[in-house]
């Protein structure tokens, strides 16, 4: 896209988002030009807490399928809308409703907490949600019990060994980060022996064990931040190369391995947020028995 197309796009999305009172929220893993032009930026907590709050009536979700969902189960009277509507997420499409209920079955009496990353209809049949920026506490938060942890079965192991919990995990993964390797670290080191390693949770336990850093896109923007390191290893996606760079001009960063992209994160496009701003969508709706459910465990984790 020529610069100038960009520019009119920019414009035209500005004066849009002003008409129909709209706000455009982004995840860390967006292209680098839908990040710039959100009106906020931030990680999965943070932004089902800005969906949970605005005053707009419009929320332009940049992100995946199942944040637009939350947003919508959170703030039923505003129009959610999702610009590229087949942007879904593999790990939240590894576990369905009646498998969880199955079991739910094989573990009774076990607290179900349910990662973000999963449908409204598996939230609707747990206890309360969770993102990698809060797993601890909600996990701690739920003292004595067993817990049944869906369905990314690599965070499940982190936050076990972080609370040392008993924990059922899941089998699930994201296949950007399940790829990385113990290996990935170990060369991404040798090639840059004075940086830290970053990595989000994600990521297997052999990878995180190696790991200077573990925590959520938030937690590794604010540990490069505040850190008297200048060189860093990235083991997340790579859309947050773009605020690092951004935030910490003087810093250097290097992703931990090659393939470090998430395709759904990557369908969107400014054309695509100018479209849906323009025609009110695709929209993103939730079944009201479903949200009815779904909602009690997203309230809950936003209290913890
Ligand atoms: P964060 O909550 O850390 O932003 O992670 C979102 C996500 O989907 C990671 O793959």
Redesign the pocket.
């Known amino acids: 896209m020529g610069e100038e197309s960009k520019k009119q796009l920019i414009e035209e999305i500005n004066l849009l988002r002003q008409q129909k009172n709209a706000i455009i929220l982004a995840?860390?893993y967006q292209p680098d030009e839908i990040q710039d032009i959100a009106d906020f930026v931030g990680?999965?907590?943070q932004l089902a807490q800005q969906a949970a709050n605005t005053k707009a009536d419009v929320i332009v979700f940049c992100g995946v399928h199942f944040m637009a969902e939350s947003a919508s189960i959170l703030s039923p009277e505003k129009i959610v809308l999702l610009p590229e509507p087949g942007a879904g997420?593999p790990l939240a499409d590894m576990i369905n409703a009646e498998e969880l209920r199955e079991e739910k079955r094989k573990h009774p009496g076990a607290k179900v907490v349910c990662y973000v990353?999963s449908s409204a209809e598996v939230k609707a049949e747990s206890d309360i949600c969770c993102?990698?920026?809060n797993a601890e506490k909600v996990v701690a938060s739920l003292e004595g019990q067993d817990i049944l942890f869906v369905p990314d079965g690599n965070l499940g192991k982190y936050v076990a060994a972080k609370t040392k919990r008993k924990i059922i995990s899941w089998p699930g993964f994201?296949p950007t980060?399940h790829r990385v390797s113990k290996e990935d670290v170990l060369q991404s080191r040798e090639l840059h022996p004075d940086a830290k390693v970053l990595v989000?949770p994600?990521c297997r336990e052999e990878v995180w064990q190696e790991a200077d850093y573990v925590g959520?896109?938030?937690g590794i923007i604010k540990y490069a931040e505040n850190s008297s390191a200048k060189k860093f290893i990235i083991g997340t996606?790579c859309g947050i190369l773009h605020q690092l760079r951004k935030r910490c001009p003087d810093k250097e960063f290097y992703l931990i391995a090659k393939q470090m992209m998430c395709p759904n994160m990557k369908k969107n496009s400014l054309q695509k947020v100018r479209d849906s701003l323009l025609t009110l969508s695709p929209c993103i709706t939730v079944a009201q028995e479903v949200r009815e459910k779904a909602i009690a465990a997203l309230e809950k984790m936003l209290t913890v």
């Open positions: 995840h860390y990680d999965s907590l997420c990353n993102t990698s920026s994201c980060h989000h994600e959520s896109t938030s996606e």
